[in-house]
């Protein structure tokens, strides 16, 4: 398909017409050549497309749009984001490939050609000590081979998914439930302006819409829809990191799931995952060797293990540390180091997202 670029007025104006899905959207300018096109026809003739009655012709004709583009069009202006429509070249052919794709997106940051290898990163936003542990470890991996992170910006697993990818000097895309200038959480404002500048934040709801609970699950198919797979870090049976685990299933996408305790409820939705078929992981590798068979674009690294410059006292902690929490003062023990000594270390090692400090000055490694 070549790249059409149709005035933003008319994709807003058509946006705003009842009734008129992300589905019927497509098909109406593809049927009719552009969103100009399909208001230049009489109802008679838009009554005649499959689905469009002679009453839900007229009530698109009819819309009263020009108050809503133009808010749409100053608030665009004003936040310094950008459209992306279907038709464009720049719109993600991953994406586009779909059942549902959105008619168009508004986007801060770039989409690039180096995300189309990319994963899925989702789970509750209760995460526990364990899950917020094992996002880090994955993830941090992940990103050093190239991946780029997808996920929603939401507290808990979102939010430790995408600082995971950016400290490590790795890509990530924000995909919201609301419009782009109506950031949630509030506390993730900072994180957002990370995102765009090594990454993307995309919503395809109209600027000033709030982040509602209906919205997420509509926007759970996008974070699904532009990546190769999706991984489930934690999560209960109904939560909303499970329906975009089923979305990525309905769209021939790879699913990953972390197994954990089974007497946890964050574990469920993960545990039933893994029963219905999904790939157990305990480690980026498993997500890896997997993406490397099916897709279509190769390992690109960012930075190897190895690559790590480490002094002797940092080399002796790194090979004592693992997924296992241990006390600062077992690490100097252990380490014939002073405290102080022993924490100035652990710090320097947590600035390069080598380990991760917890609650009770305990620490763990992410690599």
Same mark, same amino acid.
Request: hydrophobic share 40%; glycine share 8%; aromatic share 6%.
């Given at each position: 398909m070549?790249?059409?670029?149709?005035p933003?007025?008319?994709?807003?104006k058509?946006?705003?017409?009842?009734?008129?899905g992300?589905t019927?959207y497509?098909?109406?300018?593809d049927?009719?050549g552009?969103?100009?096109?399909v208001?230049?026809?009489?109802?008679?003739?838009l009554?005649?497309?499959?689905?469009i009655?002679?009453e839900?012709?007229?009530?698109?004709?009819?819309v009263e749009?020009?108050e809503?583009v133009?808010?749409q069009?100053?608030?665009?202006e004003?936040?310094g984001?950008?459209?992306?429509?279907?038709?464009?070249?720049?719109?993600?052919?991953?994406?586009?490939?779909?059942?549902?794709?959105?008619?168009?997106?508004?986007i801060?940051?770039?989409?690039?050609?180096?995300?189309a290898?990319?994963?899925?990163?989702?789970?509750t936003?209760?995460?526990?000590?364990y899950?917020?542990?094992?996002?880090?470890?994955?993830?941090?991996e992940l990103?050093?081979?190239?991946?780029?992170?997808?996920?929603?910006?939401?507290?808990?697993?979102?939010?430790?998914?995408?600082?995971?990818?950016?400290?490590?000097?790795g890509?990530s895309?924000?995909?919201l439930?609301?419009g782009l200038?109506?950031?949630?959480?509030?506390?993730?404002?900072g994180?957002?302006?990370?995102?765009?500048?090594?990454?993307?934040l995309i919503?395809?709801?109209?600027?000033?819409?709030?982040?509602?609970?209906?919205?997420?699950p509509?926007?759970?198919?996008?974070? %699904?829809?532009? $990546?190769?797979? @999706? =991984?489930?870090?934690e999560?209960d049976?109904?939560?909303?990191? +499970? &329906?975009?685990?089923y979305?990525?299933?309905?769209?021939n996408?790879e699913v990953?799931?972390?197994?954990?305790?089974?007497?946890s409820r964050?574990s469920?939705?993960?545990?039933r995952?893994?029963?219905?078929g999904a790939k157990?992981v305990?480690?980026?590798?498993d997500i890896?060797?997997?993406?490397?068979?099916i897709?279509?674009?190769?390992?690109?690294?960012?930075?190897?293990k190895?690559?790590?410059?480490?002094?002797?006292?940092?080399?002796?902690i790194?090979t004592?540390?693992?997924?296992?929490?241990?006390h600062?003062?077992?690490i100097?023990?252990?380490? %014939?180091a002073? $405290?102080?000594? @022993? =924490?100035?270390t652990?710090?320097?090692?947590?600035?390069?997202s +080598? &380990?991760?400090?917890?609650?009770?000055?305990?620490?763990?490694?992410?690599?």
């Open positions: 070549s790249s059409k670029n149709f933003i007025e008319d994709l807003l058509l946006y705003n017409a009842p009734n008129v992300p019927t497509i098909a109406l300018v049927e009719f552009s969103p100009a096109e208001f230049g026809k009489t109802s008679g003739e009554s005649k497309f499959k689905g009655t002679t839900r012709a007229d009530a698109i004709l009819s749009s020009k809503f133009s808010s069009l100053e608030a665009i004003r936040s984001c950008r459209l992306v429509s279907y038709w464009s070249d720049e719109y993600p052919s991953r994406l586009k490939a779909i059942y549902d794709p959105p008619p168009f997106y508004f801060k940051g770039e989409i690039t050609e180096d995300d290898y990319s994963l899925a990163v989702v789970g936003r209760g995460v526990t000590s899950g917020k542990v094992m996002t880090e470890k994955i993830v941090t990103a050093r081979e190239g991946l780029t992170i997808i996920s929603g910006l939401a507290s808990g697993v979102d939010t430790l998914a995408h600082k995971a990818a950016l400290n490590i000097g890509r895309i924000g995909v439930g609301s200038d109506r950031i949630y959480p509030q506390e993730n404002v994180l957002s302006s990370k995102l765009i500048e090594k990454g993307a919503s395809e709801f109209p600027m000033g819409t709030s982040p509602d609970r209906g919205n997420f509509q926007r759970n198919r996008i974070i %699904s829809g532009l $990546t190769l797979g @999706t =991984l489930v870090i999560g049976v109904k939560s909303g990191a +499970l &329906i975009t685990a979305y990525a299933v309905d769209q996408r990953f799931a972390l197994p954990g305790r089974a007497d964050a469920r939705g993960p545990h995952l893994i029963r219905s157990l305990t480690e980026a590798e890896l060797s997997e993406l490397e068979a897709a279509d674009v190769k390992r690109k690294p960012r930075q190897t190895l690559d790590f410059d480490l002094t002797s006292d940092e080399q002796a790194m004592l540390l693992n997924t296992e929490p241990m600062i003062d077992d100097a023990e252990k380490t %014939s002073t $405290t102080s000594l @022993t =924490l100035a652990l710090l320097g090692l947590e600035l390069r +080598l &380990i991760r400090q917890l609650p009770g000055k305990m620490f763990v490694s992410l690599v």
